[in-house]
DNA sequence: GTCTATAGACTGATAGAC
DNA sequence: GTCTATCAGTCTATAGAC
């Protein structure tokens, strides 16, 4: 939580110490590249020259490519559980499914780079880092089936299988990710609504 | 549709010809490669370890290994569709729309390593390879896009937006390939009850 | 902190022997 | 149809100058 300097400094270069914004451009030129090509065909000298620095340069930020990658995945599900425990208030199973699912298709659609990473890097990972990463995206996967169980277990909801439920809502949400354009039909409020009609009735409430 | 003679040879050779053979384990051995690493991430040298040739052999089957990767996919998309048309009989919409949510689960549990490329290597297809591939999938789409349609106009299913619908729908089941697994808790058929059971109700029906 | 240069290994694809 | 050998290029990561 430094103040940062870099804009009090009088002289611009073109080389020469840029701590403060490197790793940022770094960790933003993976993310876009790795989201477009994916992490395999994307190579340490096509995001160094999307940084402007050479690709040796990098090396300063991070520890090896593996490492950018993990990195940028966690940061994601970092992001998204905390957003989440900022999100949810004590409320009513319905309520609750409500605001999860309204939650989870607008911080998805913000994030598209991220979200496509996440989805599909996973295989990229070493097993250690696979492990953390697949922790933190069933702890995530567990708020949504927690409130599923209370609807089921207070009446409100009717499900036929609560794990399965869970899946499937969470499946169908994160889709909105794989066709949504910004300059598309419908507003992303307007699919909010659209989608928790659908999942408002598909758990039969 | 040629006979197959490969049986009839009286001699077991490990090297020399062995052309109807070896085109199908090639693609097999790509198949199940490029599902667990990622096309990017392998090699054709590893692909040739696995069918047990050099390298080199390999091209005598394909142009390229883009052409290798574009005709898994290809190969895929056609066999599910000739597959729902097959299946697909003249039904009111509930009927139908049962019969494709079972069917879509049915075939993709089927065939775990196809549908997984078919859905995360859609970048590594060049542009025109691409443009074939997607009409293929739309095409799949406007299976169930007519089912809800004809649903929705005849007073059968309820939907607030028979596209979103679709996506849904389809989205919410493709997403079984991703958590099933052959030792798990509920059987196939149990998995298609109970997604019907889940899509049944988010339509409205 | 960034540069240049490079080690050491791997890549897709091809040529020609058999 | 498969082999060996190879081309010409790529890759990640590091060392040392500045």
């Known amino acids: 939580m430094n103040v940062r300097s870099y804009n009090l400094c009088p002289m611009a270069r073109t080389s020469g110490s840029h701590s403060d914004i490197t790793g940022p451009r770094l960790r933003a030129a993976a993310q876009r590249l790795f989201a477009r090509q994916g992490y395999a065909a994307v190579s340490m000298r096509q995001i160094a020259a999307e940084v402007g620095v050479q690709a040796g340069a990098l090396y300063n930020y991070i520890p090896d490519k593996q490492g950018l990658l993990f990195d940028l995945m966690k940061s994601h599900l970092d992001d998204l559980i905390a957003a989440w425990q900022a999100e949810a208030k004590g409320q009513n199973p319905l309520d609750a499914l409500e605001c999860f ?6 911080f998805h659609l913000e994030r598209p780079d991220a979200v496509f990473i996440a989805y599909m890097e996973l295989r990229n990972l070493e097993p250690e880092n696979f492990a953390v990463i697949e922790d933190l995206r069933k702890r995530y996967e567990t708020v949504l089936e927690d409130i599923l169980r209370a609807g089921k277990e207070s009446g409100v909801f009717s499900l036929p299988d609560t794990k399965l439920a869970t899946m499937a809502v969470i499946a169908m949400l994160t889709g909105v990710t794989t066709w949504y354009r910004d300059d598309g039909r419908l507003s ?15 758990v039969g409430a």
Do not use: L, P, Q, S
């Open 188 to 202: 992303r409020d307007r699919i909010e609504r659209i989608y928790w009609n659908m999942v408002r009735k598909a």
């Open 101 to 106: 699912t309204r939650f989870h298709i607008r």
